[in-house]
């Protein structure tokens, strides 16, 4: 079992930088594969980036690749979304998940935290 919950969402401008956090409960942290989706109120859920076990591996959506990087410190058990460059179409409602498969990509996913706000102005 793992347990998730976000922080560090907020209000920013376009241009500008965030970094969200989420932290896991559980013994078997390291076993899992992580991952951040976002969603906007009316559309489905879209799958941000993911990292592997080792935070070697990792896999971006094309919108993001090259603004967001994922990390993740499996001794804390935390996992981060640094967000650069935001553009206001990066308003969402941001998730972290966790899945048993290792599979570093989209698709699903196994435990979801509760979520967390980004609103970029233009």
């Known amino acids: 079992q793992v347990q998730l919950v976000e922080s560090g969402g907020g209000l920013v401008q376009a241009g500008g930088s965030l970094r969200l956090s989420c932290a896991a409960s559980?013994?078997?942290?390291?076993?899992?594969?992580m991952g951040w989706f976002r969603q906007v109120p009316g559309k489905e859920r879209e799958f941000v980036a993911a990292i592997g076990r080792s935070g070697v591996t990792t896999h971006y959506a094309d919108s993001v690749k090259g603004r967001f990087t994922i990390s993740r410190d499996n001794a804390k058990k935390m996992v981060y979304l640094h967000m650069n460059s935001l553009k206001p179409e990066d308003t969402a409602v941001y998730y972290c998940?966790?899945?048993?498969?290792?599979?570093?990509?989209?698709?699903?996913?196994?435990?979801w935290g509760q979520g967390t706000q980004v609103t970029v102005s233009s």
């Open positions: 559980g013994r078997t942290f390291s076993s899992v594969v």
């Open positions: 998940a966790a899945r048993w498969v290792q599979v570093v990509g989209p698709g699903v996913y196994d435990y």
